[in-house]
Every structure is written in C-alpha cells, then in structure tokens.
C-alpha cells in the first residue's frame, strides 16, 4: 500500500503469547522507516497462552489499540482495515493458517499489506517444519547471520523461494553496556517456563542457586521469573519455582523478581540460565554470562546451541569464582551485535520493506510452499486447528465468523479460558502424577 503523505504507517501485530506479542510490537517499530511515525493495532490470537494485563505491562510496548481474537475474526478485520505492514507473531501452524487465510482474503482487494513474520528468539528445534509453515510471508526475519544462512539453506533445499529470508536481529537488544561491578555484587538466574521440565531437575536447580546465596552473603541473588502462577508464556510451565521454594527456607539476600530483562540486567552482574533468550541479551551488553551445564549439554535443553560460545559452565565451577569469556566470533553470528552494528541491524529490512510498499501496481498474491497439492495430509489439519478449510476460507460453524462476539459470548469466552488454563496448569500435573504411581 503507498505511504502516506504524513509519512505514517499503519501496522498490525498478531500474536498468541507474551513472548510473541513483545518480539511483534518490538519488530513493528524496528522495521519502519526511521523518518516515519507508525500506529500499531494489537490483535492476541484467542489460546491458552493470551497475554493477561500484567504480562502485556512488563512488555512495555504501547499499541495504539489492541484487542482479543480468533484467527477468523483477525482475517474478518484485517479485510475491513487498510494496512501498510502485517507482522505475524505466531507459532508456525498460526502463521501458516493465517497466510493461507489472508490470500483468500486478498483476492478481490487491489492492494494489501506487506506480510513480515519470524522467530521470538534462538531457533534450536524443528527447523524445517517451523520454517516451511512460514514460507510465503514477504519477510521472513531472521535473527542472526547464522540463522539466515541456515534458512535459505532449508527453503533453497526444497525447492522454494528463498528470497523472503531477511537477515536482522533479535529487536528486544539494547540498555546500557556492562560498566562494572554493581554494591551489592547481583547474581540473576533467568529462569524458563519448560526448561528443564522435570521437579527433580528444577529443585536441583534451585537449590544451587539458594546454596549459592549462602555461600556468598554479601551477594544479592535474584530468581528471575516470567510468570507468575496461573499464568501461561509461550510454553506452558506446570512446575512454577515459586511453588517450589515454599518448602525451602532461603537467606535474606535471595529474592524473586518479576518485570522487564532489560530492567534487571541494569543491575546484574553474573546472568545464569539453561539456555534463555536472555542471555543473548546479556551479552548483547557484555554482562558476564553463564549457560549451565549441570543437567548436561543437551537438545532437550536448548544449551546445545551455545556450543562454541565460551559461556558453558556449572555451578560448581561459579561458586570457586569462575567467569567466562565470550567468544566473540560466535557471539557476531548470533546477531547479539555486542559490537556497536545494532543501530544498523534491521536497514536491510527497512529497505525491503519499502521497496514493497513502492512498488507500482499490486503486490504478487501470497504463495505458501504448503498447498493442498504439496501437503494434503498435513495442510488441512492445520488449517481446520483455527477453523479454516483448504481454501483459507471458515469452515462451517466456525466460531463469530461473520459477527464481532456479544458482551455474553466475550464472558462465557473469558471464563471458558480461566478453566482451561486450570486445568492445563492444575489438573493435567495431578492427573499425570497419578498415573506414574
């Protein structure tokens, strides 16, 4: 869609978790053109993992409006609204649903938005299969030169266009450099939804850390939580560390934390986690990084990837003191940019991006590589997950797809997802605990 003459774009984000919406509205704002304002409209995908409030706060992102949908209702809007730019801040099969739905959407409309989707953070796991469902988007970001490679790799290998990939990095990066020891000296242990999963290894984890408190006194030592219970994130946790360590009698100078990385790595001195984003940012800013390997360098864990990176250690060796040096070639793959080029990281999808918005005439039709014809035993179970059929078009007796929902249908809607999210987080553990007896 042309600019406009106020150089203002419009940009709509679409996101299923808390995670996503912050890598979403942060990437909306990275990518616009530096001498352009942007409004952002929200939509949250309707799921188990629909940011609450206080989640939606700690991200500090503002949206101009934000709102509660279902993939239907999304594609029912967006053919109403006249956007310049559609960021997708969605799991693979979302993205996939979506695309598949907005090319049935845009096909009687002259013009449409230019279609951006990518990945929240690392990419250690389903690599093929994440990016093969966002195949067909204009951009599709990736977070490091690592990761860019790896991708046209992929499409290039299947046969698929492999243009859209576009090289950025994570957008949540910045804050001021590590300056030195803060009074008093901080230890942040930034911990994950589902990683590792199991009590055992969890309680083990926390009682490193709250032995860790002990054995240094004159520290502060910080659990760094995402959630707080009943919540859900991008995975769900069934085991919240604040549970656990209401059996434990921690010191004085142990504390949980809540509230924005960025915040908290202002005061941080030692960043510990298993293998969290968070340590991307950390290094982004020199802060002294650790990625355990207590509970062994494993797929399973996401630790894998920072094989190479100088970062892997165990508590044992923090508590003799031990800090590890980053290498600094695999942290400028990484897209971490501790170098200074962050400022010049997302030119070349801010070019992209307004070459598409430039380009005289329609913009081409969106062309997934999964069809009916490539995947007819995969694309419509995909679809039919957010009540669309193989034409990207509602499936009968898809929920509101021709009305916005009433005050009633939003409360019974409300109350229906408390009760699944209970179950996920309550009933499901119990249930699975039971049957290991």
Not at 140 to 155: I, M
Not at 409 to 420: E, K, L
């Amino acid at each position: 869609m042309p600019a406009s003459a106020t150089k203002t774009r419009r940009v709509a984000v679409l996101a299923d978790s808390d995670t996503r919406w912050k890598w979403g509205a942060l990437t909306a704002n990275r990518i616009a053109p530096e001498n352009s304002d942007i409004r952002l409209d929200g939509y949250l995908l309707r799921g188990r993992a629909t940011p609450t409030p206080r989640q939606l706060q700690e991200v500090g992102v503002h949206a101009d409006s934000l709102r509660e949908v279902t993939a239907v209702e999304f594609l029912r809007a967006i053919a109403q609204e006249s956007y310049d730019v559609l960021v997708l801040a969605l799991v693979g099969g979302g993205v996939q649903a979506v695309l598949h739905g907005l090319k049935r959407v845009w096909e009687s409309q002259a013009q449409r938005p230019v279609v951006v989707t990518g990945y929240v953070g690392v990419v250690y796991e389903k690599l093929a299969d994440g990016l093969l469902l966002r195949h067909g988007a204009d951009l599709v970001l990736a977070n490091s030169r690592q990761d860019a490679e790896r991708f046209r790799a992929v499409y290039e290998g299947v046969g698929a266009d492999a243009s859209a990939v576009t090289e950025v990095a994570l957008p949540f990066l910045g804050g001021e450099p590590y300056a030195g020891e803060h009074d008093p000296y901080t230890v942040v242990f930034a911990a994950q939804p589902s990683v590792p999963d199991s009590r055992r290894d969890r309680t083990y984890l926390l009682n490193r850390l709250i032995q860790h408190a002990r054995r240094h006194p004159e520290r502060e030592v910080l659990l760094k939580l995402r959630s707080k219970p009943g919540e859900h994130t991008t995975h769900i946790e069934e085991l919240p560390y604040q549970k656990l360590v209401q059996r434990l009698e921690p010191p004085a100078n142990f504390r949980l934390v809540y509230g924005n990385m960025g915040e908290v790595l202002d005061r941080t001195d030692l960043l510990v986690t298993i293998s969290s984003t968070a340590a991307l940012e950390s290094l982004h800013r020199r802060v002294p990084t650790v990625v355990l390997t207590d509970l062994g360098v494993r797929e399973t864990l996401g630790n894998h990837h920072f094989v190479g990176s100088g970062c892997l250690a165990s508590w044992d060796q923090l508590d003799e003191g031990h800090r590890p040096t980053p290498d600094e070639e695999w942290v400028s793959r990484q897209g971490v940019c501790a170098d200074g080029s962050y400022a010049t990281a997302f030119d070349a999808a801010r070019e992209r991006i307004a070459e598409l918005l430039d380009r005289p005439g329609q913009l081409p039709a969106l062309t997934p590589y999964y069809t009916p014809a490539t995947a007819p035993g995969y694309l419509p179970g995909i679809l039919a997950r957010h009540h669309l059929g193989v034409d990207g078009g509602p499936l009968p007796g898809a929920p509101a797809h021709d009305k916005e929902p009433g005050p009633v249908r939003q409360i019974v809607r409300r109350a229906a997802r408390g009760a699944y999210r209970h179950g996920v987080q309550r009933v499901a553990p119990v249930i699975r605990r039971m049957g290991e007896l």
